[in-house]
């Protein structure tokens, strides 16, 4: 008999095996634990823990009623960490669920969120140490008891208000009594150990967002250091905002987002699990149907879903996922997540592929616009194989241009999206036109003018939050901020004559006056494609527009192409769009699709597209384009 077939959970009620630590003589003891089985109705006293598993080929060993068990190397160094600070029981998933068993696996996770909320602490273990300076910065954070590091920005409400002053009062008294600790506690190397805590492999694991956001109390283990969870968090929060490399604000973003959520929780407010979903996309599970099951025990509506089950195969979690967004009357929001992957991932089109989705999520914010009206739905036919809809098939692609470079600045990414595009389009302009048309037309979609829906200016398709702009699709963050001062300076300078000629000109025509324009027409540069890419930009932040420079940032990505219609629309697409891929309006949709025909009548989605001159509804009275019932598999 092995060791959990002598403590068997019930059937009946839910129980859970803890683990009692016993104490040792020194850190690098031999771990010794008794395991027994504890039914949750009897609200039992004990820790939870929170950890990375870690590489699956270094073990430790634990032993547990007499039996030897081998845990990760991770676990078993934050055993000896806890084991230091605290004598209550633990449960510990890798212990305490036999990870050899589906279903007490799935039984076990369908009711976690149960296990972490009535714990009555939670040790979060980040890890140990990975320099003298991490050490450095866990002292000093220790010595001042960090809130005196929590100065975030507060609003001018009465309780935040109050909570600055205190926090301030502290900062000078600790300043008073102690002038070398406050300067080391802001010194650069304590600075820049605080932002590498903020890369610690912890915050990349999908299942610590449920942990974290269902405990009551936290901890945060650090070696033999222990934090409390706010305090320490916001610490290196703020050390975050003095970093340069686009790969450390995309980790901030990720603990910024966890932070906030936990406050979410605090407040009683539980997100759906598409929300979880979609802003958790960068975090990672070891076992692919994690990335659903690890979420909906913290979801607001996990009882639309059905429970975990490892015995399901990740296609059919991921299926019944997408279905139930369906059903519930998330259809459209599906089809903004959902598309063809490089590689056939055996699934149909519009189930999201939550393994792959942070790497091939175009990200792209379609909320402005309306191009298939109000009115519409998606539902699933009989089988739940296919979902269909009712548009209208508007136009074909005929041509496509390279990816976006994301190595390159903005005004260079672009000016190479102009002249790439005059190459890859120029066959479908007339001859004596064909350089300029094109130019001035790709620099003029540059600038887009995406302005909000005039006829609803309320409509948002972002019901995963709608106050959030999702700056954390953006990987290339620093790629507005890459101009020199000199070189913006000589951007706008250029941008402005290119206006002065313009507005005079136009004065002067309408006035009757012909060449009022023509002294500026020396000092201009010439419409080459850096100048009308430099001019799109400049225009857009000379309008003080940040709603539609963020749009341009975040439509110009390596994971959109550049595409031509057969009715000579410029467009942007999915990174898999190619020729011959179809341009469809669905009635209720806010961007068009791009689909590619499949057998049977049915069409694959490529992904959302902004396709000219189509965003606002343009096709919708059009007789030349029937109403069909639209398939997608």
């Not at 279903?103 to 972490?116: P, T």
């Amino acid at each position: 008999m092995g060791l959990y077939d002598n403590l068997p959970l019930s059937s009946t009620e839910q129980s859970i095996r803890l683990i009692k630590l016993q104490t040792a003589s020194h850190r690098n003891a031999a771990l010794v634990a008794n395991i027994s089985v504890i039914p949750l109705a009897t609200n039992p006293d004990y820790a939870a823990v929170s950890y990375c598993w870690g590489s699956p080929t270094t073990k430790c060993r634990i032993t547990c009623n007499d039996t030897v068990l081998q845990v990760g190397e991770n676990l078993g160094a934050a055993l000896t960490s806890i084991r230091s600070i605290s004598n209550l029981p633990l449960w510990v998933d890798q212990i305490c669920i036999n990870q050899n068993d589906p279903r007490e696996r799935s039984a076990q996770v369908a009711f976690m969120q149960k296990i972490y909320s009535q714990a009555m602490r939670t040790f979060v273990y980040l890890g140990e140490p990975d320099s003298g300076a991490v050490n450095e910065a866990c002292k000093v954070l220790e010595t001042i008891g960090i809130p005196v590091l929590q100065m975030s920005d507060y609003d001018k409400d009465e309780l935040k208000l109050k909570t600055r002053l205190k926090v301030g009062l502290a900062t000078v008294k600790l300043a008073v009594q102690h002038p070398r600790l406050m300067k080391r506690a802001y010194s650069e190397d304590v600075r820049r150990a605080l932002e590498r805590l903020i890369r610690l492999p912890y915050f990349s694991r999908k299942w610590i967002i449920q942990e974290v956001v269902m405990s009551r109390s936290l901890f945060c283990l650090l070696g033999g250091r222990c934090f409390e969870w706010d305090p320490f968090i916001t610490a290196m929060l703020k050390q975050s905002r003095t970093v340069d490399s686009s790969a450390d604000v995309y980790s901030a973003t990720k603990v910024w987002w966890l932070w906030d959520l936990v406050h979410e929780f605090a407040d009683k407010r539980r997100p759906p699990l598409l929300t979880l979903l979609y802003y958790s996309r960068s975090f990672k599970a070891t076992e692919h149907r994690d990335y659903v099951f690890a979420l909906l025990g913290a979801a607001s509506d996990s009882h639309e879903f059905p429970e975990p089950d490892y015995e399901l195969s990740v296609e059919q979690v991921y299926r019944e996922t997408s279905s139930s967004f369906v059903r519930q009357g998330n259809g459209f929001l599906l089809l903004h997540l959902a598309g063809l992957r490089p590689t056939d991932n055996g699934l149909p089109s519009w189930v999201v592929d939550w393994r792959n989705f942070d790497t091939f999520y175009s990200g792209k914010d379609f909320s402005s616009f309306c191009a298939g009206g109000m009115d519409g739905s998606i539902t699933l036919t009989p089988t739940a194989a296919i979902l269909q809809g009712f548009g209208k098939i508007v136009d074909r692609v005929v041509a496509v241009a390279d990816l976006f470079n994301p190595e390159v600045n903005l005004c260079d990414r672009l000016a190479h999206y102009i002249d790439n595009c005059t190459f890859a389009f120029g066959e479908f302009y007339e001859d004596d036109t064909q350089k300029l048309s094109i130019q001035r037309d790709l620099a003029s979609m540059i600038s887009f003018e995406m302005k909000f829906n005039v006829n609803d200016p309320e409509r948002t398709m972002y019901k995963f939050n709608k106050d959030y702009i999702d700056v954390s699709a953006c990987q290339d963050l620093s790629a507005l901020d890459s101009l020199t001062p000199g070189q913006e300076v000589l951007m706008f300078c250029r941008f402005f004559l290119l206006k002065s000629e313009r507005c005079i000109s136009s004065f002067g025509h309408g006035i009757g006056v012909s060449g009022l324009g023509r002294p500026f027409q020396k000092l201009r540069p010439i419409e080459t494609p850096k100048i009308l890419a430099e001019d799109a930009v400049a225009n857009g932040i000379a309008r003080d527009s940040a709603f539609e420079n963020f749009l341009r940032y975040n439509f110009f990505k390596p994971t959109t192409r550049p595409v031509m219609t057969q009715d000579r629309r410029l467009g942007l697409g999915p990174s898999m769009t190619q020729k011959d891929d179809v341009v469809c309006v669905l009635f209720g949709a806010n961007a068009p699709l791009i689909l590619r025909p499949s057998a049977g009548g049915t069409y694959k989605i490529v992904g959302e597209a902004y396709v000219q001159d189509i965003m606002f509804s343009e096709t919708l009275k059009d007789d030349r384009y029937p109403v069909q019932q639209i398939l997608i598999s």
